[in-house]
């Protein structure tokens, strides 16, 4: 499954960002809190059939814009695969 076959209802309502670093696709989103803040959420799209798709831990509180959630999510997508890589756990 490709990113833009995902449903828009798997990321919260919002329309999922496609973003790609050292080989790997994420779907990053800003979803809006009942407090009119925006969390970044960031899912790691699985490689092959026998990777699942890895919806990454929220590390940070929320955001004011959603912009910002946009570009914290990215950010932390790149720190996760550069852990990935550093730890030898490479692609799936």
Request: some cysteine.
């Amino acid at each position: 499954m490709t990113p833009q076959d995902k449903p828009v209802e798997a990321f919260g309502g919002a329309s999922p960002t496609a973003f790609a670093y050292r080989g790997r696709a994420f779907l990053c989103s800003a979803v809006r809190t009942p407090q009119g803040l925006f969390q970044p959420i960031v899912t790691c799209v699985g490689s092959s059939p026998l990777c699942a798709d890895t919806t990454l831990p929220q590390d940070t509180e929320a955001y004011r814009t959603e912009a910002e959630a946009l570009r914290h999510a990215e950010q932390q997508a790149e720190r996760w695969a550069d852990e990935q890589d550093r730890d030898g756990r490479g692609m799936h």
